[in-house]
């Protein structure tokens, strides 16, 4: 039988005037940004973790953090790329990836086909194996009020037997 293993993750970001909105690594002309020290895609960040979370292999602040200078303005994707490199490396393959965008305004399905492509790619699956939905608030907290945006993302990943000594 082959080794699976789930994983998740959740991350959030505040709006911020100024800054481009990136979210699984598709850009959204005309909406305000995230704060944070990368590019702030919070839906990669919910990704990241819960691949990492999957792995054991810790969260995206012990591999990417917030305090050093390389990774100020640093591409998610690319970070995400990395860790899936990471993975491979020691024998794990994404299974498949479920997330959700929680955010009052922004709109993620007209970008939901796009954004599951980003996501294939640089996760190194099929389309099939990634889901993204958009989910409001319903003008509750600060998510409700768009003070902020969350994401929750599940991973699940494989390792075959063959590999089961990395």
């Known amino acids: 039988m ?27 002309p005309g909406e305000d940004g995230l704060l944070g020290h990368s590019d702030a895609d919070v839906l990669i960040h919910a990704i990241i973790d819960s691949l990492l979370g999957a792995a054991c292999e810790g969260d995206i602040g012990a591999h990417f953090p917030d305090t050093d200078e390389k990774w100020k303005g640093a591409s998610s994707a690319m970070m995400l790329s990395s860790v899936v490199s990471r993975l491979s490396e020691k024998g794990w393959t994404v299974g498949n990836v ?34 993204v939905k958009g989910k409001t608030n319903e003008k509750m907290d600060d998510v409700g009020a768009s003070v902020g945006v969350v994401c929750h993302a599940a991973a699940l990943i494989f390792k075959n037997n063959k590999d089961k000594n990395k």
Request: proline letters at 2%.
């Open 98 to 131: 479920d997330a959700t965008v929680i955010a009052e305004k922004i709109r993620i399905r007209p970008q939901a086909d796009k954004i599951r492509e980003s996501l294939a790619q640089i996760l190194k699956v099929d389309i099939s194996r990634v889901s």
């Open 2 to 28: 082959d080794d699976f293993r789930v994983g998740f993750g959740y991350d959030s970001h505040r709006i911020a005037k100024g800054r481009k909105l990136i979210l699984g690594g598709v850009e959204f």
